[in-house]
Structures are given as structure tokens and as C-alpha cells.
């Protein structure tokens, strides 16, 4: 299975996670939606401006869990406009680097360690001792509480735990068995943990342009969408290439874009089909 990075904008100046109950709703959100999507948790993190996860699965079902989160976190922070970005991370290096980056994102202005932050994912990984302990099962809970509490119809895993604030435990669904087999060990996991500040650096700006250019992605997606709706009445996905190219060309000839990899992403094309428009 692939591994994805699902986050939102890092330099945002408002705060859409400003109180305590906004980061448990996000927090349990990115459970929820894992869920719903069929990926797996591997670490996650939700701070006051943004949140990061990282998740196993195929591409289908990352694209799904982005955008059931994203419209979940839409629909309940509707002044904030939201939007997440979905990246593919390859080679073990770079896993387990972004896993800490991820892992340590609240050290920004979180002042203890990463482990100790409540809406992370605590000190669960080569942990000789769980927290489940502390928290109740959800299928203890009426159906009518459980409602009221995660804000959503769907039925929820009765094993998972939530605590007194109604946090869902990161050891209910965050694979924390995979993770320390990634590592293979403590030793391993301690010296990621120490990430020099040029390292950190260059990763948050390498996440922040792949933020920026997801974005402008469905943006032009967008567009799009709605130009091979009015050209044959299909959405860009089921359009055939004849039309999606002539949105390309539509788009070329209002100067929306260039003949860039982005536009070609936006609809499903090749830099190929691109270059051949005239």
C-alpha cells in the first residue's frame, strides 16, 4: 500500500483550530473520515492553523479521505475555507522523515514533546503501555450521544475509546504496530526524532509548495469541470479527450494557464496532449 500525506495550509494568519473543542472536532474528524475512506492512520496531527496525517491505502481511497475531511471540516468551520492536499511519499528515507515531520509539526509553538500534545498521536509507538485504560468505548455510548458527540449518522467502531473530552484515543485508529516496523527501533525512531532546523526547514517549504500547487490544481480542475459540463454535459471525469482537450485549448485562450504540468493534471492529460494543441 501507498503512503499519502493528507494536510492543510501551514502559513494560513487565521486560526480555524482556535479553541480546545475545534481541535477534538478536527482531530476526530481525520478518525472519521480514515474510517470511512478505508485508509489507515499512521501518525496525525492538528494544530490551532492546520493539521497534517499520514495514511496507508491506495490512491482512490487517500483521494476520498481528503475530500471527505475537507468537506467535513468545510461544513463545520464554513469561514475558514479549508482546503487539504494529498501527496504520495516514496522510499523509506523519506517516510519516515515526513512521519516525524508530521509527528513534530506542534513544536511550533507547543512547548513540551510531541508525545505529551493532545490532538497528536502521544506516546503510543514503542510504548510498553497503552492509554486505553483511560478512555470509555464508544459502543457504550447511546447511539442518539454518539450523534451528538462526533456529529455524524454513520455507525463507529464500538472498540474505539474516547476520553473525558470526547477525543477518540490515537490508539483506536492509528497503526501504530506498522510504524514501529517501519523504524524497526527505538534507537531508529530517537534519532529521526532530532531533525536539524535547516532539514525542518526545507521540508516546510517543500510542503507548502506542494500545498500551493494542489491547489492551483483544483482550481483549474475546477474550470474545467464546469467548461466539459457546458461543452457535452458530463463532468471532467467522464468527458472523452476530444473534450477535455478543447477545455485545455478553451483555458490556453483565456489565459488561465500555460502549457504547464499543473493544467495537464487538472484534465487528465498528458504534457503531450498539451504541446499538440494549437
Known amino acids: ?16 483550530f482556535n479553541t480546545d473543542a475545534d481541535k477534538t472536532f478536527a482531530w476526530n474528524s481525520v478518525a472519521l473520515c480514515a474510517h470511512g475512506s478505508n485508509v489507515v492512520v499512521l501518525v496525525a496531527t492538528v494544530n490551532d492553523t492546520h493539521l497534517h ?3 496507508t491505502g491506495d490512491a482512490e481511497s487517500a483521494e476520498c479521505d481528503r475530500v471527505l475531511l475537507q468537506t467535513r471540516l ?3 468551520f ?62 457504550l455510548l447511546p447511539v442518539r450521544m454518539q450523534r451528538e458527540v462526533f456529529k455524524t449518522k454513520k455507525d463507529l467502531p464500538d472498540e474505539w475509546m474516547l476520553d473525558k473530552s470526547g477525543r477518540i484515543l490515537p490508539e ?10 517501519m523504524f524497526g ?28 500547487e494542489q491547489r492551483k490544481i483544483q482550481d483549474l480542475r475546477r474550470i474545467a469541470n464546469t467548461y466539459c459540463k457546458n461543452l457535452c454535459g458530463h463532468s471532467l471525469k467522464t468527458s472523452p479527450l476530444e473534450v ?15 502549457r504547464t504540468p499543473s493544467l495537464a493534471k487538472a484534465l487528465l492529460l498528458t504534457p503531450e496532449d498539451l504541446r499538440l494543441l494549437v
Open 78 to 139: 464554513p469561514e475558514d475555507n479549508i482546503s487539504l492536499a494529498c501527496e504520495i511519499v516514496e522510499g523509506r528515507e523519506n517516510i519516515l522523515s515526513k512521519f516525524m515531520y508530521v509527528y513534530r509539526n506542534c513544536l511550533d509553538f507547543y512547548r513540551k514533546l510531541p508525545g505529551e500534545y493532545p490532538w497528536g498521536s502521544g506516546n503510543i509507538y514503542f510504548s510498553e503501555k497503552r492509554h486505553f485504560y483511560e478512555g470509555e468505548r464508544i459502543g
Open 185 to 212: 527501533s527505538v534507537r531508529a525512531f530517537i534519532a529521526f526524532l532530532y531533525v536539524r532546523k535547516e532539514d525542518e526547514a526545507r521540508m516546510k517549504q517543500d510542503v507548502q509548495h506542494v500545498y500551493l
Open 172 to 181: 483506536s485508529f492509528i497503526d501504530y504496530a506498522s510504524v514501529e516496523q
Open 244 to 258: 477535455r482537450l478543447k477545455a485545455a485549448t478553451r483555458m490556453l485562450k483565456e489565459g488561465l494557464s500555460g
Open 1 to 16: 500500500m501507498a503512503i499519502w500525506h493528507i494536510f492543510s495550509n501551514g502559513t494560513r494568519a487565521d486560526i480555524p
Open 74 to 76: 468545510q461544513r463545520f
Open 53 to 55: 496525517t499520514l495514511v
